[in-house]
């Protein structure tokens, strides 16, 4: 089992950037495929961006391509959002997930909330208009 924890999560003006972390501990994470989502009151939780367990492949939600990179540093156990060009609607609680991949070659990412079995507790990003 895999421990995670955000931070890096606040509030921030249009146009401003955050650049949000997960920690994990527990089993080798260099297995995990990671993912982040986010979830806004009142809504789903959306997919928004996912990194394969070797970080060579990357994908995201076409409302945060261009703006948003995930990245990870496998010697430091650590998945990243990099958050720029903020805007309103991009306010939401955000949630790193993992989940150990089978995928062969190591460049394999999940998008779906259901194939992520572990979660972490979330951090608030907020955008002011």
């Known amino acids: 089992q895999v421990q995670l924890a955000e931070s890096g999560g606040g509030l921030v003006q249009t146009g401003g950037s955050l650049r949000l972390s997960c920690a994990a501990s527990?089993?080798?994470?260099?297995?995990?495929?990671m993912g982040w989502f986010r979830q806004a009151p009142g809504k789903e939780r959306d997919f928004v961006a996912a990194i394969s367990k070797n970080g060579g492949s990357t994908h995201y939600a076409d409302s945060v391509k261009g703006r948003f990179t995930i990245s990870r540093d496998n010697a430091k156990n650590t998945v990243f959002l990099q958050t720029n060009s903020l805007k309103p609607e991009d306010t939401a609680v955000y949630y790193c997930?993992?989940?150990?991949?089978?995928?062969?070659?190591?460049?394999?990412?999940?998008?779906?909330?259901?194939?992520?079995?572990?979660w972490g507790q979330g951090t608030q990003v907020t955008v002011s208009s």
């Open positions: 527990g089993r080798t994470f260099s297995s995990y495929a």
């Open positions: 997930a993992a989940r150990e991949s089978t995928y062969d070659g190591g460049y394999g990412y999940y998008t779906l909330v259901y194939e992520y079995p572990y």
